[in-house]
């Protein structure tokens, strides 16, 4: 397992850099990088979901499943409480807005999912599909609220209607179902899945570029929100799994979800409502950046 881990986080570094080279080159300009965005979003990451749910249907596996979106509502509660406390006296307003998100809600489409098919699987993108319903839902209102008390018709569409959830919708009928595509369908889904990974570690390593290097290093803000989102989150993580009697694998995508950096929807909504779209932006890439490697640390320790 360590070495599939940590070959996994190598080969993830290896495309980031790739983006990076490509943005410093000007290849990778703000419309490709659009571009790659929407390939990814609107056809890779459903095909990957839709094709993480043609397994074989038991009650113990959609048992599981449930039980793994249980734990997903306890550790965010649980971590919205403890950050709310630890950014309190936090006194730029723009900034802790952001911490109030980025500290909660998670890249668990755009990272997520491409880090736990590198590390489990098939099997392993079926419980990341499972953690990822509350959290989109987590994203729309309190992520949303954290800049702007309302929650209208554009953002409840946003949440039910948004691409990866109509892919699950559609995945759980292809696995309550059993339903079986022609092996062109098939083969299309899983070629179309294999694409995410490189596409969300081009346009991170992409971003990556665009930061200072300077405050990359000496920006204490941002660390600090790090610390409670790479390091304090997947602890806290492990601490309610000690409850449950999950798999091996859905042990490991729980921790992994846990781990992951803020969303990338962060430094978007933080533009929108005109905060500060830079820290939010500085947030969101170095976090990232350091997750392959907290990561691969807490799957190696607690797996």
Do not use: C
Request: charged share 15%; aromatic share 12%.
């Amino acid at each position: 397992m360590t070495e599939v881990i940590i070959n996994s986080v190598m080969l993830m570094g290896i495309l980031i850099l790739i983006g990076y080279y490509l943005q410093k080159k000007g290849i990778l300009s703000e419309k490709v990088e659009d571009s790659l965005t929407f390939i990814l979003m609107y056809i890779s990451l459903p095909g990957l979901i839709i094709k993480a749910f043609q397994v074989e249907y038991t009650f113990d596996k959609l048992s599981l499943g449930l039980e793994v979106m249980l734990v997903t509502v306890i550790h965010s509660a649980i971590l919205i409480a403890i950050n709310f406390l630890l950014i309190y006296k936090i006194k730029d307003k723009e900034k802790k807005k952001i911490l109030r998100m980025a500290n909660i809600v998670t890249n668990s489409g755009f990272m997520g999912f491409p880090v736990v098919y590198q590390i489990f699987g098939q099997e392993g993108m079926f419980y990341a599909s499972m953690f990822y319903i509350p959290i989109v839902v987590l994203t729309w209102t309190y992520g949303l609220m954290s800049f702007f008390n309302k929650l209208g018709k554009k953002e409840i569409k946003n949440m039910f209607g948004n691409p990866a959830i109509i892919a699950l919708y559609i995945g759980f009928i292809v696995f309550i179902f059993q339903i079986e595509f022609p092996t062109i369908i098939d083969n299309t889904l899983e070629s179309l899945g294999s694409m995410t990974t490189p596409l969300a570690m081009f346009i991170i390593g992409g971003k990556l570029a665009l930061v200072n290097r300077k405050e990359i290093l000496t920006d204490k803000l941002v660390y600090y929100g790090g610390s409670i989102k790479l390091l304090l989150s997947p602890i806290l993580m492990i601490g309610v799994l000690y409850f449950f009697n999950l798999s091996t694998v859905a042990r490991g995508v729980s921790i992994i979800y846990a781990s992951l950096p803020p969303a990338a929807i962060t430094a978007i909504l933080a533009k929108q409502y005109k905060s500060d779209a830079y820290f939010a932006s500085k947030v969101v890439v170095i976090q990232h950046l350091v997750s392959l490697i907290t990561i691969s640390i807490f799957l190696t320790i607690f797996l």
